[in-house]
């Protein structure tokens, strides 16, 4: 596949899975003016015959609403013969000389009202009415009042006959948030007030509701005939700092777009569609230019651009909202490794356990996703692999894989018989089971409740120090951390009691709840059985209180599927030089090859239980450690933290 992307402008040939040929230039920060070309004269010509006759019949639609006598005002007048001003209106043209001054019968003066309201008192008889009217010719006969008719008068009359033939903007509220920031460190009076008419809520909204028609004024316009083709001309308002999200593909000699991208101008603004052949861009003829081209046209180009389509024959979906999902990654991706990414540069990396936001899953293949906390500084959304997809390209790698491991020997066999090749291809298929790998999980945002507190569990290898930081926090605050009670088949000893040390219960009723998954986990010593069932954690969650479990990684599927919903911190070890020296603080002298497999079991589980943990904590200090436990803990009642959707079902 050949791509390239410049500032959300991608371009996206088809997949090749062992090569790509790509780059990203973005456009440039400052206007700048169009690429000429040796055929860019005659195709600007063309564009501007197009949006000439466009134009004209836009007037003859509107001529019987929008017709204006410059003469009926001298104000119009004025403003008409100012150069510096440019009114362009056509309805201008040829009526000077032919037409009257109309002012009197489109606006009724002073006077006249006067002679009204004369006319009006002599005609009333009782004393009320007769003071309302002197009050009314009392106001009449004010400056101040026939200053303000005057502007009223001038400003009426040409809002209700002058108004352009389109939009000139949908950008109106982008230009307001410009200005307001020009205005930022500006103390002048003008700017102060300039600054508190642009945030006023009211104005805000009309900007908005001035965008929202302005966009569809400024939609499509359709032109009949093209090259024999029937085509359509659209505009979209390529803004300073926005980009306009769209990738395109060679087909043959068309340049067709291909994909588009969420948050950007194209996107937004719903004109470009997928499968839409590009004629032209700003007068520039596309059809036979090669993406790499394409770039280098678009990457000069700013403002306004101007495309001539040929719309795709496909037939649209109707317009639907899109349901974002929040899922949480259970491998590593870096799109610039990836040969099969559609567009690299708009390749999403991320790292197991990241949180994405996936806003469209139109193509199964490949998801537009944002990485959580990454909104603002990513205009576009990223594509990552789809589920299904991944899914299937796991399995292969594992596939290959395990056939690479397979001794390489050299064995006879008898020629198999139809049946017997059948079941070997039915037993292939059987065991390609994509639901075993792990790709991504949906996740929603959860807050504890006050009375009910998640059970932390601290993982760790042994000697990490998740069992000092279990028992420094139960005997600081024991009326917030508990443990739960196991259970065992051991006789209880004079001293315990059934329910404080542990749950003295039968061999076969331990065996009959382990069958049943009522414990989190579970093990034989001395001949006798040991677990800790959820019972016994819901207990203490039930009365409040924080359960801490130290527990090994097998039995994190097991909390997991349970609804104790647990939040499982891992406590890793330091470098091995570190973990020496807090070992012995400890009078533990471990050897070199224990610390190291210290170490390597520690990196073990998080390769292989990693995705489970919710957060880490790096054991380099152990007060340090112990605050960081701490704060964890307490967000919990602070901050929603994520949690898989299942659990919330």
């Not at 809520?201 to 929202?212: C, E, N, R, Y």
Request: hydrophobic residues 30%.
């Amino acid at each position: 596949m050949i791509t390239s992307h410049m500032n959300g402008y991608v371009h996206e040939a088809s997949v090749h899975a062992k090569s790509h040929n790509e780059r990203a230039v973005d456009c440039p920060g400052e206007q700048s003016s169009l690429v000429k070309s040796p055929h860019c004269v005659a195709h600007m010509e063309r564009i501007q015959h197009y949006q000439e006759e466009l134009r004209k019949k836009r007037e003859e639609d509107s001529r019987g609403k929008h017709d204006i006598d410059p003469n009926a005002s001298l104000r119009l007048k004025k403003l008409s013969q100012n150069p510096k001003l440019g009114i362009d209106n056509p309805t201008f043209e040829g009526k000077e000389n032919t037409t009257k001054d109309t002012s009197s019968q489109d606006h009724v003066t002073v006077e006249e009202l006067l002679q009204a309201m004369k006319w009006v008192q002599q005609c009333l008889t009782d004393s009320q009415s007769q003071q309302d009217v002197e009050l009314i010719m009392q106001l009449l006969a004010k400056q101040d009042f026939r200053n303000a008719y005057s502007i009223y008068t001038a400003v009426s009359q040409q809002m209700s006959r002058v108004s352009p033939t389109s939009p000139l903007t949908a950008q109106a509220q982008d230009l307001c948030r410009e200005v307001q920031k020009i205005l930022q460190s500006n103390q002048q009076k003008e700017g102060l007030e300039l600054k508190a008419l642009l945030t006023n809520p009211h104005l805000q909204a009309l900007m908005q509701v001035h965008d929202s028609v302005a966009g569809q004024e400024m939609a499509e316009e359709n032109v009949t005939q093209y090259l024999g083709e029937t085509v359509k001309l659209v505009r979209l308002e390529k803004a300073r700092d926005t980009p306009l999200g769209a990738t395109v593909r060679n087909d043959v000699d068309s340049v067709v777009v291909s994909r588009v991208v969420k948050g950007g101008a194209a996107e937004r603004s719903g004109l470009l569609s997928e499968g839409d052949e590009i004629l032209e861009i700003n007068g520039i003829s596309i059809r036979g230019k090669h993406i790499n081209e394409v770039h280098d046209l678009l990457q000069q180009m700013h403002g306004t651009l101007t495309f001539l389509l040929i719309p795709s024959s496909q037939i649209k979906p109707a317009p639907h909202r899109h349901t974002v999902m929040h899922v949480r990654a259970y491998f590593d991706y870096d799109p610039s490794d990836d040969p099969f990414v559609p567009c690299r540069e708009l390749g999403l990396s991320f790292q197991k356990g990241d949180i994405l936001h996936v806003i469209s899953q139109d193509d199964p293949n490949w998801w537009q996703a944002y990485r959580d906390g990454d909104e603002d500084n990513q205009p576009l959304a990223g594509l990552i692999p789809g589920k299904s997809f991944q899914q299937q390209r796991e399995s292969l790698k594992k596939t290959i894989t395990d056939k690479s491991r397979e001794p390489q020997v050299k064995h006879w066999y008898a020629k198999k018989s139809k049946k017997q090749r059948k079941k070997s291809t039915s037993n292939f298929s059987k065991n390609t089971d994509y639901d075993d790998i792990l790709t991504y999980e949906e996740m929603s945002l959860y807050h504890q409740p006050a009375n009910r507190k998640r059970p932390v569990a601290l993982i760790g290898p042994t000697n990490c120090g998740h069992d000092e930081l279990r028992r420094r926090l139960l005997s600081i605050e024991p009326e917030m951390f508990a443990v739960a009670v196991p259970h065992t088949t051991r006789n209880p000893r004079i001293h315990e009691r059934n329910g404080r040390e542990y749950h003295f219960v039968s061999r076969s009723a331990f065996e009959t709840d382990l069958t049943a998954g009522k414990f989190i986990e579970s093990g034989e010593y001395e001949k006798n059985l040991y677990g800790t069932s959820t019972d016994s954690v819901r207990h203490i969650v039930n009365s409040g209180r924080i359960c801490l479990l130290c527990l090994h990684t097998r039995s994190l599927r097991v909390l997991r599927s349970s609804n104790l919903k647990p939040y499982v911190i891992f406590i890793a070890p330091p470098s091995q030089e570190r973990l020496r020296t807090l070992l012995a603080t400890e009078s533990k002298t471990p050897k070199p090859e224990e610390l190291k497999e210290i170490i390597e079991k520690a990196r073990e589980m998080e390769r292989n239980f990693g995705h489970f943990f919710d957060a880490t904590i790096v054991n380099m200090d152990p007060e340090q450690a112990f605050h960081e436990l701490r704060r964890l803990i307490d967000k919990l009642d602070t901050e929603p933290q994520w949690v898989p959707t299942s659990w919330l079902c």
